[in-house]
């Protein structure tokens, strides 16, 4: 998965293989990594519970 802002609050993720469905990232985003997108985006991330074994 890849994830883009932009400087006016935009917001975009891609995943998938970009090469057989071309994806065109508007002007004015840049690539972020996954901790960046989710603070921006307001996410918050939660992991299940470890499997007790």
């Known amino acids: ?7 006016n609050g935009g ?6 293989d970009t090469d057989v469905f071309p994806v ?8 972020v ?3 960046e997108y989710y603070e ?3 996410a918050v991330v939660v992991l299940p519970p470890p499997d007790p074994s």
């Open 24 to 31: 065109t990232i508007p002007d004015g985003y840049r690539e």
């Open 11 to 16: 917001a975009m993720a891609v995943g998938g």
């Open 33 to 35: 990594t996954e901790e």
């Open 40 to 42: 921006a985006i307001g």
């Open 1 to 7: 998965m890849r994830y883009y802002l932009s400087d």
